[in-house]
């Protein structure tokens, strides 16, 4: 495989920067687990053993709620179906709705008393009702789980009560986050809701992010001994959306200021940038019994980032291509890729098309080019690449 990379391409890249990938970034936090996303495009703007397993305490009331939504969207629930408390919910201790036992409660207060008043027995009633015990729903989610990509989720039961097989990373999390906010927006109003009140007690939304952080609209706190304090929370901001998840902290105070904190960086300390639109020229490729020495290589999709501001000098990108390419050569036809690699995160490779088409040369410049190649001296090809610091 060769590299090459011509000098106008190095002044070009220079120029013009990276673009797609987020890094690692200079952020701290007190959190043994963070993860922060954008909503948009899925990319992992932070994390700190995002990907480890660890107790997610009532935060994994979010897949319960998750698995509620799925079987409203498909018409096998309705808002309106009422639920049978059991004395299992009844006397199900921790975070309560305070359902009352051998009585029926729609599906919509249900949810709201997952997700508002993070009742342990709510959820209860929810997986008996439709697995037909706690034990059939835990395996329902694993199932769901796997379908929907949490790779580093194990779970034993519906509330996020301690055990050891009642796990999820940060990263899972959020992707399950983006997935509720996605594929249930018409369910999303319910994380936002300040207050609910059943058998005439009021609880309010323990969120402390929809009192902190304006725009903020989401979704879920959780905490255990094992666990510590942990926010699932997301916003919206100037269109955009970012999702935080946090978790080890050691208070509620700390909880509250730690996910406004990394909201706010979400938001401020990241960029986003656009540096190549479709069409856009990055370089030429080396051609090979063409009619034309060269063909440029053009960009078939925008390339843009959400980079931190500390980091945008910090990159490098290297045009790859197996050359000369041969002729014929068809327009659009994928001949190479841009790398792109920012310090402390993974290389992305973005394809580049030929920009024209090069026609194979003619039985006489075909004739010719075999004479030179007799007479000319072998000549390894350079690999090259483009610091983009300036």
């Known amino acids: 495989m060769t590299v090459r990379i011509g000098n106008s391409l190095i002044s070009l890249l220079m120029l ?92 919509e207060n249900l949810l709201r008393g997952i997700i508002v008043q993070s009742g342990n027995d709510a959820c209860i009633v929810v997986a008996e009702n439709i697995a037909g015990s706690e034990d059939a729903f835990a395996d329902l989610m694993n199932k769901k789980a796997r379908e929907w990509g949490l790779t580093d989720s194990t779970f034993a039961n519906a509330t996020g009560w301690p055990d050891e097989n009642q796990k999820m990373s940060m990263l899972d999390l959020a992707v399950l986050t983006r997935k509720i906010i996605r594929d249930f927006p018409e369910y999303y109003g319910l994380f936002s809701e300040r207050e609910f009140t059943w058998e005439k007690i009021p609880q309010g939304n323990r969120n402390p992010l929809l009192d902190a952080f304006d725009g903020a609209d989401g979704l879920k706190t959780g905490h255990t001994e094992e666990s510590g304090y942990g926010l699932v929370g997301s916003a919206v901001k100037d269109g955009e959306r970012r999702i935080v998840v946090v978790n080890g902290l050691g208070s509620t105070r700390e909880r509250s200021n730690e996910a406004a904190r990394l ?114 001296k072998p000549e390894a090809a350079p690999e090259e690449s483009a610091s983009l610091a300036q």
């Open 16 to 107: 013009i920067g990276f673009g797609g990938i987020a890094s690692a970034q200079p952020i701290e936090t007190p959190g043994e687990y963070a993860v922060l996303m954008d909503y948009r495009t899925g990319e992992i703007l932070y994390e700190k053993n995002a990907r480890m397993p660890t107790a997610p305490a009532s935060m994994s009331k979010l897949m319960t709620a998750a698995i509620v939504f799925e079987r409203l969207k498909d018409g096998s629930v309705q808002l309106s179906d009422t639920f049978d408390v059991s004395e299992k919910a009844w006397r199900m201790g921790g975070s309560k709705m305070w359902v009352r036992v051998d009585t029926e409660i729609s599906v």
């Open 263 to 376: 909201m706010r960086i979400s938001f401020n300390d990241f960029t986003r940038k656009t540096f190549f639109e479709p069409g856009d020229i990055v370089g030429d490729a080396l051609v090979f019994k063409g009619k034309d020495k060269t063909a440029p290589l053009i960009v078939g999709d925008p390339i843009s980032a959400i980079v931190h501001r500390s980091l945008i000098d910090k990159s490098r990108a290297t045009v790859v291509y197996d050359g000369p390419v041969a002729a014929p050569i068809k327009e659009n036809q994928q001949i190479g890729y841009l790398r792109v690699e920012i310090e402390g995160g993974e290389a992305k490779d973005y394809p580049l098309y030929a920009g024209v088409e090069v026609k194979e040369m003619g039985v006489f410049g075909k004739i010719g080019l075999a004479a030179k190649m007799l007479l000319a």
